[in-house]
């Protein structure tokens, strides 16, 4: 294969790129877990650092939920060991650890009230109840719910349901917090006003955070680094915008919005791929690139040779708002897309071009 | 009930609840065995341990024809006892999920109570009934005591098999033209196969077994359990530890032929889901 | 969606047997009680309260009745702590064992319970089989006799026949509650004691309730362990209520016990039904 992120300079991405080695919260080592003949995750190692927002994104089958349910200590891995802080995680039961989780289905306790829900890891714990009443109240302030404390989790909406978790996770004060996909129940508008007080809220109480989700947006929105994962591996670690200007592999690139993937061939420096063809410092063979389709624009009738102009001819548009997403067909059968702010304007034939550093090369899907 | 949740990973099965568990279970299970070892007993019931091992109280057991013709009652009340409580019990199960009517919260309630009633309120009731109109008690009497009874059996089977139809699936046959009669046949009975397979053994089982109802009920011709009292009422005879294991082996086959049922029912409805979420 | 006719035409035939083979019966039995018996052994249909005169001055009336409730509530309590662990041990830890053992939990129930009481029968009498064990390790000399015919047969032999029943409607009731709701009371810091103690047992009330109702009421009301196996210190309120229908032929009085019963049950039934409807959360 050609031109691939080396798998060292991976792992060193998927420790703390311009972070502090020493301010490791949660080190996950060669985790893997397999369920009777089916392995659902093949030695995941990632370490998560103190006061980050991490997502871990995947689709479903992914594994994500199942490496959240270990590192809450539902689930024992087959191998492989979590330390949080410099002691090991995994041996403890999920009482022990300073780890609180919020379910995504909430898991409120339908017999206790708001409160009582708020302030049964306190009592557990066996607070003070002069000091349960501070935390409790400070917590319902935090996610601003205090004049339902009273009420039974059935009389509130589902809304309300998932900032009384997250009250009562938080009010425990843990080193770590875990939210299992907290905002998919919830609908568009909500989910988005949810994402922005999480992220808030985050910042403000300065917990760690990992995120499991199968929504990329929202793990762009929200996150500092993005742990993608698929089918139990793990395929970049990486903060939001290179995830999405340098995916390392095709799956990256077409997971997380829309690309165009261009398998090409390199014969001196050029790689041609369908019609297109481009200039590359890669050595001579086969490779994958990912050509993001706000890259590609209408020929401005520059002559310079890191830009690769083509003709095409146009399909179909489809309207999003506030951009265009287009349809067109390169040749006989090369169909790319192209996403343009200009409405209606690109219409039948057409000349486009890309610079040849918007091509990234990507790790194609394993054989 | 949930019983196909798949269990989650608990680390650790709490070693006294298991033990105390399977005590309880050797408790359920003692007398059983005892009968089962017993019927094989040369000497009969006494005697520890057991020995010469002997099918002769099986050989006697066969060679009673009171046994025999009370079986062929209590199966004959059984058989009519599952047509009548289907018969009724359907059409209550669908009363009570589509029709709204005046006292029908009395209704439920009346039709449950048999279940939970002791047996002898329910025979004292209907012997009383029987007396006044001047109906002889015989097989025919107890065949409605225990018809009643059971309905509820039927009703409750019914309504959950119900709760899992698709309502769209019938609103779909009367949208594509069919009457409501040849709705019910061609759709809301299909589905209710397996509820309804399972209430009549279930039925079937409750009726072999009955006593408390059919005592007072009973005329000339014994059933089974009360023929089996008689004689014990006479002293034990270890040809009853016979007959007993018979009815076990009987009863072992229906439970587990209904669990299936049951089980398959379930399965089938989740696996439509399952169909329907990929 | 559908028709008045179809409405009418599944009500009817229940309503109308439940109207004839449940109503009229219970309010027979109700009329039977106040009347009375001739001499020539006919039903007179003469109102009048004294059966249930007779009823509370004899002493061996409410005995009885007393005895046969103190028999239920022992049996209630048994079949209560029998029954809860196991349903709590399938529910929660039984792994992919978990159809097996509910199988293995309801075969029982099955057995024809006249079998059941025989088989106890012949364990618990002199010549039985628990006897003639212990005397053949020499834990006891003679047979012990207290061990057949006595409120202690009854109980012994009720609470196997009614294990399951409180099994039942626990179980179900344990398996209603989310897997999630244990998981989450783990996360904030409690035991599996603690998660029993503060989420599980609340969460199952009603499920207990409906179990203990049963077992209270059925063995309450029931005739053939009494007979088999009470003995004469044994004897419940059903077994009056036999005598009274067999030789002595006195139904009217037989009608009232049996009424006062039936009062009693639906009473405790709806009582249940109340408290179970209140203290249920899903």
């Not at chain 3, 009731?173 to 047992?201: K, M, Y």
């Given at each position: 294969?050609?031109?691939?992120?080396?798998a060292a300079e991976l792992e060193a991405r998927a420790s703390l790129p311009g972070r502090n080695q020493d301010s490791t919260l949660l080190s996950i080592r060669s985790i893997a877990k397999t369920f009777g003949k089916h392995t659902v995750l093949?030695?995941?190692?990632?370490?998560?650092?103190?006061?980050?927002?991490?997502?871990?994104?995947?689709?479903?089958?992914?594994?994500?939920?199942?490496?959240?349910r270990i590192i809450a200590g539902f689930e024992q891995a087959t191998s492989g060991e979590v330390w949080m802080s410099g002691g090991r995680l995994d041996p403890l039961p999920p009482y022990r650890r300073r780890v609180n989780t919020v379910f995504?289905?909430?898991?409120?306790?339908?017999?206790?009230?708001?409160?009582?829900?708020?302030?049964?890891?306190?009592?557990?714990?066996?607070?003070?109840?002069?000091?349960?009443?501070?935390?409790?109240?400070?917590?319902?302030?935090?996610?601003?719910?205090?004049?339902?404390?009273?009420?039974?989790?059935?009389?509130?909406?589902?809304?309300?349901?998932?900032?009384?978790?997250?009250?009562?996770?938080?009010?425990?004060?843990?080193?770590?917090?875990?939210?299992?996909?907290?905002?998919?129940?919830?609908?568009?508008?909500?989910?988005?006003?949810?994402?922005?007080?999480?992220?808030?809220?985050?910042?403000?109480?300065?917990?760690?955070?990992?995120?499991?989700?199968?929504?990329?947006?929202?793990?762009?929105?929200?996150?500092?680094?993005?742990?993608?994962?698929?089918?139990?591996?793990?395929?970049?670690?990486?903060?939001?915008?290179?995830?999405?200007?340098?995916?390392?592999?095709?799956?990256?690139?077409?997971?997380?919005?829309?690309?165009?993937?261009?398998?090409?061939?390199?014969?001196?420096?050029?790689?041609?791929?369908?019609?297109?063809?481009?200039?590359?410092?890669?050595?001579?063979?086969?490779?994958?690139?990912?050509?993001?389709?706000?890259?590609?624009?209408?020929?401005?009738?520059?002559?310079?040779?890191?830009?690769?102009?083509?003709?095409?001819?146009?399909?179909?548009?489809?309207?999003?708002?506030?951009?265009?997403?287009?349809?067109?067909?390169?040749?006989?059968?090369?169909?790319?897309?192209?996403?343009?702010?200009?409405?209606?304007?690109?219409?039948?034939?057409?000349?486009?071009?890309?610079?040849?550093?918007?091509?990234?090369?990507?790790?194609?899907?394993?054989? | 009930?949930?019983?196909?949740?798949?269990?989650?990973?608990?680390?650790?099965?709490?070693?006294?609840?298991?033990?105390?568990?399977?005590?309880?279970?050797?408790?359920?299970?003692?007398?059983?065995?005892?009968?089962?070892?017993?019927?094989?007993?040369?000497?009969?019931?006494?005697?520890?341990?057991?020995?010469?091992?002997?099918?002769?109280?099986?050989?006697?057991?066969f060679q009673d024809e009171a046994i025999w013709a009370s079986v062929l009652n209590s199966l004959t009340v059984a058989g009519a006892s599952v047509g009548i409580a289907l018969a009724l019990g359907i059409p209550a199960g669908l009363a009570l999920?589509?029709?709204?009517?005046?006292?029908?919260?009395?209704?439920?309630?009346?039709?449950?109570?048999?279940?939970?009633?002791?047996?002898?309120?329910?025979?004292?009731?209907?012997?009383?009934?029987?007396?006044?109109?001047?109906?002889?008690?015989?097989?025919?009497?107890?065949?409605?005591?225990?018809?009643?009874?059971?309905?509820?059996?039927?009703?409750?089977?019914?309504?959950?098999?119900?709760?899992?139809?698709?309502?769209?699936?019938?609103?779909?046959?009367?949208?594509?033209?069919?009457?409501?009669?040849?709705?019910?046949?061609?759709?809301?009975?299909?589905?209710?196969?397996?509820?309804?397979?399972?209430?009549?053994?279930?039925?079937?089982?409750?009726?072999?077994?009955?006593?408390?109802?059919?005592?007072?009920?009973?005329?000339?011709?014994?059933?089974?359990?009360?023929?089996?009292?008689?004689?014990?009422?006479?002293?034990?005879?270890?040809?009853?530890?016979?007959?007993?294991?018979?009815?076990?082996?009987?009863?072992?086959?229906?439970?587990?032929?209904?669990?299936?049922?049951?089980?398959?029912?379930?399965?089938?409805?989740?696996?439509?889901?399952?169909?329907?979420?990929? | 969606?559908?028709?008045?006719?179809?409405?009418?035409?599944?009500?009817?035939?229940?309503?109308?047997?439940?109207?004839?083979?449940?109503?009229?019966?219970?309010?027979?039995?109700?009329?039977?009680?106040?009347?009375?018996?001739?001499?020539?052994?006919?039903?007179?249909?003469?109102?009048?309260?004294?059966?249930?005169?007779?009823?509370?001055?004899?002493?061996?009336?409410?005995?009885?009745?007393?005895?046969?409730?103190?028999?239920?509530?022992?049996?209630?309590?048994?079949?209560?702590?029998?029954?809860?662990?196991?349903?709590?041990?399938?529910?929660?830890?039984?792994?992919?064992?978990?159809?097996?053992?509910?199988?293995?939990?309801?075969?029982?129930?099955?057995?024809?319970?006249?079998?059941?009481?025989?088989?106890?029968?012949?364990?618990?009498?002199?010549?039985?089989?628990?006897?003639?064990?212990?005397?053949?390790?020499?834990?006891?000399?003679?047979?012990?006799?207290?061990?057949?015919?006595?409120?202690?047969?009854?109980?012994?032999?009720?609470?196997?026949?009614?294990?399951?029943?409180?099994?039942?409607?626990?179980?179900?009731?344990?398996?209603?509650?989310?897997?999630?709701?244990?998981?989450?009371?783990?996360?904030?810091?409690?035991?599996?004691?603690?998660?029993?103690?503060?989420?599980?047992?609340?969460?199952?009330?009603?499920?207990?309730?409906?179990?203990?109702?049963?077992?209270?009421?059925?063995?309450?009301?029931?005739?053939?362990?009494?007979?088999?196996?009470?003995?004469?210190?044994?004897?419940?309120?059903?077994?009056?209520?036999?005598?009274?229908?067999?030789?002595?032929?006195?139904?009217?009085?037989?009608?009232?016990?049996?009424?006062?019963?039936?009062?009693?049950?639906?009473?405790?039934?709806?009582?249940?039904?109340?408290?179970?409807?209140?203290?249920?959360?899903?």
């Amino acid at each position: 294969m050609g031109n691939e992120p080396q798998a060292a300079e991976l792992e060193a991405r998927a420790s703390l790129p311009g972070r502090n080695q020493d301010s490791t919260l949660l080190s996950i080592r060669s985790i893997a877990k397999t369920f009777g003949k089916h392995t659902v995750l093949h030695g995941i190692s990632l370490d998560v650092a103190e006061g980050e927002f991490l997502t871990i994104l995947g689709e479903s089958g992914s594994g994500k939920t199942t490496l959240l349910r270990i590192i809450a200590g539902f689930e024992q891995a087959t191998s492989g060991e979590v330390w949080m802080s410099g002691g090991r995680l995994d041996p403890l039961p999920p009482y022990r650890r300073r780890v609180n989780t919020v379910f995504q289905s909430y898991a409120l306790f339908p017999h206790l009230t708001v409160e009582e829900n708020v302030a049964y890891g306190p009592r557990v714990a066996k607070l003070p109840a002069e000091e349960i009443r501070t935390r409790v109240g400070e917590a319902l302030a935090k996610v601003r719910m205090e004049g339902f404390a009273k009420y039974k989790p059935s009389k509130i909406s589902g809304g309300q349901q998932q900032r009384i978790a997250l009250a009562r996770a938080l009010v425990n004060r843990p080193k770590l917090l875990l939210l299992d996909e907290p905002l998919s129940a919830l609908d568009a508008n909500l989910r988005r006003q949810m994402q922005i007080e999480l992220k808030t809220l985050q910042r403000e109480v300065g917990i760690t955070f990992i995120f499991v989700t199968h929504d990329q947006e929202e793990a762009m929105v929200m996150s500092d680094r993005i742990a993608l994962l698929h089918a139990g591996e793990l395929e970049q670690v990486a903060p939001p915008d290179e995830i999405y200007s340098r995916p390392a592999t095709a799956y990256a690139a077409q997971f997380i919005g829309h690309t165009n993937l261009l398998e090409a061939e390199i014969r001196n420096s050029v790689a041609r791929a369908g019609g297109l063809s481009w200039m590359v410092q890669l050595p001579d063979g086969r490779a994958t690139f990912s050509l993001r389709p706000e890259c590609i624009r209408r020929a401005q009738g520059s002559d310079a040779v890191s830009v690769a102009r083509f003709r095409a001819r146009v399909l179909d548009h489809a309207f999003h708002g506030a951009s265009e997403l287009v349809r067109v067909q390169v040749g006989d059968s090369q169909i790319l897309t192209v996403r343009t702010a200009d409405r209606g304007r690109l219409r039948g034939d057409v000349e486009l071009e890309f610079d040849a550093g918007d091509a990234v090369p990507v790790r194609g899907p394993k054989e | 009930m949930g019983l196909f949740m798949t269990a989650n990973s608990e680390p650790r099965t709490p070693k006294l609840l298991a033990i105390y568990a399977a005590l309880v279970f050797a408790f359920l299970y003692l007398p059983i065995v005892v009968l089962i070892v017993y019927s094989f007993n040369g000497q009969g019931v006494g005697g520890f341990p057991p020995r010469d091992l002997t099918l002769n109280w099986y050989r006697m057991l066969f060679q009673d024809e009171a046994i025999w013709a009370s079986v062929l009652n209590s199966l004959t009340v059984a058989g009519a006892s599952v047509g009548i409580a289907l018969a009724l019990g359907i059409p209550a199960g669908l009363a009570l999920d589509r029709a709204n009517f005046p006292g029908k919260g009395i209704f439920r309630r009346l039709v449950l109570l048999p279940l939970v009633l002791p047996g002898i309120i329910t025979g004292l009731s209907l012997l009383m009934l029987f007396r006044e109109v001047d109906l002889k008690l015989s097989l025919a009497t107890v065949i409605l005591g225990h018809g009643t009874a059971l309905i509820s059996v039927a009703t409750t089977e019914v309504f959950a098999g119900l709760q899992k139809l698709d309502r769209a699936q019938e609103e779909a046959s009367l949208d594509l033209g069919a009457t409501y009669l040849q709705t019910f046949w061609r759709v809301t009975l299909p589905n209710l196969k397996l509820s309804i397979i399972g209430a009549a053994l279930l039925i079937f089982t409750l009726s072999m077994d009955e006593i408390a109802v059919s005592f007072f009920l009973i005329g000339r011709d014994n059933t089974l359990p009360l023929e089996i009292w008689g004689r014990l009422r006479r002293g034990i005879t270890p040809e009853i530890n016979a007959i007993s294991t018979l009815i076990f082996c009987f009863s072992l086959f229906a439970i587990v032929l209904w669990y299936r049922l049951r089980t398959r029912a379930d399965d089938s409805v989740a696996a439509a889901e399952l169909l329907e979420v990929a | 969606m559908f028709s008045r006719a179809y409405k009418v035409t599944v009500s009817l035939p229940p309503v109308l047997w439940g109207a004839i083979f449940l109503l009229v019966p219970y309010a027979l039995m109700f009329a039977y009680s106040f009347w009375s018996v001739s001499e020539s052994q006919t039903i007179v249909h003469s109102w009048s309260f004294a059966n249930y005169g007779e009823l509370l001055s004899k002493p061996v009336y409410h005995q009885t009745l007393l005895r046969s409730a103190w028999i239920a509530a022992r049996v209630t309590l048994l079949s209560l702590l029998l029954g809860y662990p196991v349903a709590y041990l399938l529910s929660f830890h039984s792994g992919g064992k978990k159809n097996l053992l509910y199988q293995l939990v309801i075969i029982p129930l099955w057995v024809s319970y006249l079998v059941r009481a025989y088989a106890w029968k012949t364990i618990l009498g002199t010549d039985g089989v628990l006897n003639t064990v212990l005397q053949y390790f020499h834990l006891t000399h003679h047979p012990l006799e207290f061990l057949l015919y006595s409120p202690f047969a009854v109980v012994l032999t009720l609470t196997h026949i009614y294990t399951p029943f409180t099994f039942l409607p626990i179980f179900a009731s344990l398996e209603h509650i989310p897997r999630n709701l244990a998981e989450a009371s783990h996360d904030l810091g409690a035991s599996r004691v603690e998660t029993f103690r503060r989420v599980i047992l609340p969460l199952s009330v009603p499920g207990v309730l409906a179990g203990a109702t049963f077992a209270f009421v059925l063995s309450f009301g029931d005739f053939l362990a009494p007979l088999l196996l009470g003995g004469s210190s044994g004897i419940m309120i059903s077994n009056i209520v036999v005598n009274l229908f067999g030789a002595s032929y006195q139904w009217p009085l037989g009608a009232a016990i049996s009424f006062c019963m039936l009062a009693l049950v639906v009473l405790l039934l709806w009582v249940s039904e109340r408290l179970e409807r209140k203290w249920a959360y899903s």
